[in-house]
């Protein structure tokens, strides 16, 4: 029962990051690795403001800020895609890493003994408190991505990753909307890290590593399988939000799996590697060559 | 308003990578209502000319007059909002991942969804039936004829001055293409829309334009008007 348990309260926490990949690289069609960097970022923030005694929710609030930041900031880097959005990406992270060594001032924090919004739940929800916060942040996330999608602003930080130019022609500044939904992106990211620092209790400068990676295994688990149930083919934002949710969900799954039935954890990357790659492997259209037609 | 709706004067334009000229000393006049056609073979600085028009390129010499005014001097919400643009790409005219009913809403200032219901079936219904049936329909599931006359229909739901047709029906079949190139004429008369046409059409040159220009090698070479007939044998000689 624990192992649901944790299966879930880690999803939960990587859903927001999830959320985050989902609008750069599904929905803007940007590949965007700063998530790796700012979902430090926002754990850093968090818990620095956490030991400086700041109110935990305002701290909360500008850890998140602090990631919309670093999406501005390498939506500045990338502008008119002079540089390409994965090497700007990666200049960030590097840039990052010192900001974020900066702003904790050694490689790890803890915020143990420190009041967090965790801290207020826990009054109410004794030792369910992580889950109900982190289940509670997750659907929240789901539920501002789905809002955010559906208006005005969404339609046309859609139409970027659809058309840059025909929104340039619609008398729109597609540059605007990069900086945007990068800032959305990355605000989720940080989101998360400032999630995981409250749930755990420490922050490090290394646990940032390989979760962008983590981030777009989920979402593409979420979105394979979702295409599997409900056959679908038009984009619907409604079962890409689910997608995300059920991704971290089947993330988590698998690898407490592995570890269950006693796979050394040095492999589970591995594994969970070459799951991805048969699942999109048998997910996608077997007859199609590219060197067909598709008619 | 004068009479005037598009000037272009000397217009030069030389490609950066490989200074080419593509279009050179180029000058014509557009009033308000007319239907210009510009014809010539491939390379020619048809589509190029166009681009100019529609400020997606920035020429070297010379200056294009929108309503007497420099069209760089006009913000770019404020000009696309007068010229809009078709193209025979219409990957560069829709959004392929949205649901036509999206790519209505994408034409809109702002969006109040139930006021805008009622506004697509205004906009879309006179044009085909069916697309209104498929609003929901992701635009890459439509036929071309169908989408073509979307961007036709989206194109004109802020009515622009000047309509620019970059060889739009040249991917469809002869029968879907007439039917298009009618709905544009008879649309641009209603709406009093000027327009200029690129095409390898010469019938529909002929038979459309009343004004009409051939290119070659960036050159204008051939200039006639209602008072020039124009045969398509005459036109024949320029373009291939």
């Given amino acids: 029962m624990q192992s649901v348990i944790d299966v879930f309260l880690q999803g939960f926490i990587l859903v927001p990051l999830v959320l985050g990949i989902y609008l750069s690289y599904e929905v803007m069609k940007v590949t965007d690795l700063t998530v790796e960097g700012s979902f430090v970022l926002g754990a850093a923030v968090y818990a620095r403001l956490i030991i400086e005694s700041v109110n935990p929710v305002l701290a909360l609030f500008i850890a998140i800020s602090s990631g919309s930041l670093a999406g501005i900031a390498v939506g500045f880097i990338q502008r008119h895609d002079k540089i390409d959005s994965l090497i700007a990406g990666i200049l960030m992270i590097f840039m990052l890493y010192s900001i974020n060594l900066q702003i904790m001032g050694s490689p790890n924090l803890t915020t143990y003994n420190h009041t967090t919004v965790l801290t207020y739940l826990s009054y109410v929800f004794l030792d369910n408190a992580g889950f109900v916060f982190s289940a509670l942040y997750a659907f929240l996330c789901i539920a501002a991505v789905y809002l955010l999608l559906n208006v005005q602003l969404g339609l046309r930080i859609r139409a970027y990753g659809d058309n840059k130019n025909l929104l340039y022609r619609l008398g729109h500044n597609p540059e605007k909307y990069r900086l945007i939904g990068l800032a959305f992106s990355n605000a989720l990211a940080a989101g998360s890290g400032a999630l995981t620092c409250q749930i755990y209790g420490f922050t490090d400068i290394n646990m940032g590593f390989g979760i962008a990676l983590t981030a777009i295994a989920a979402w593409l688990i979420g979105i394979q399988t979702m295409k599997k149930v409900f056959r679908y083919k038009n984009f619907s934002v409604r079962i890409d939000c689910v997608a995300c949710l059920m991704g971290a969900l089947l993330y988590y799954l698998i690898v407490t799996l592995f570890l269950r039935i006693g796979v050394n954890p040095i492999y589970l990357k591995l594994l969970v590697g070459l799951i991805l790659v048969i699942l999109l492997k048998v997910m996608s259209n077997k007859n199609r060559k590219p060197w067909e037609n598709n008619c | ?240």
């Fill in chain 2, 1 to 240: 308003m004068g009479k005037q709706l598009l000037k272009i004067k000397n217009l030069e334009y030389i490609l950066p990578h490989n200074n080419q000229k593509v279009l050179d000393n180029i000058s014509l006049d557009v009033d308000r209502g007319d239907f210009i056609v510009v014809v010539g073979h491939n390379g020619s600085g048809k589509s190029s000319l166009l681009n100019a028009i529609n400020k997606n390129i920035s020429f070297s010499k010379g200056d294009i007059l929108f309503d007497s005014k420099p069209i760089k001097s006009f913000a770019n919400k404020e000009y696309f909002k007068k010229v809009a643009t078709i193209t025979q790409n219409l990957k560069e005219s829709l959004f392929e991942s949205f649901s036509v009913f999206e790519n209505f809403l994408m034409r809109l200032e702002k969006i109040t969804r139930k006021a805008d219901n009622d506004l697509f079936y205004d906009f879309i219904m006179p044009y085909n039936e069916s697309i209104f049936y498929k609003k929901n329909v992701m635009v890459s599931k439509l036929s071309g004829g169908e989408k073509q006359t979307l961007a036709l229909a989206l194109a004109l739901i802020n009515p622009p001055e000047l309509l620019l047709l970059d060889e739009h029906t040249s991917a469809l079949d002869p029968k879907i293409s007439d039917k298009i190139m009618d709905m544009t004429i008879s649309v641009m008369k209603e709406r009093n829309i000027t327009c200029v046409m690129v095409t390898h059409n010469l019938e529909y040159a002929v038979k459309y334009g009343n004004k009409i220009y051939a290119l070659q090698d960036g050159k204008i070479c051939y200039y006639s008007d209602k008072n020039n007939e124009t045969s398509k044998q005459e036109l024949l000689k320029y373009c291939f």
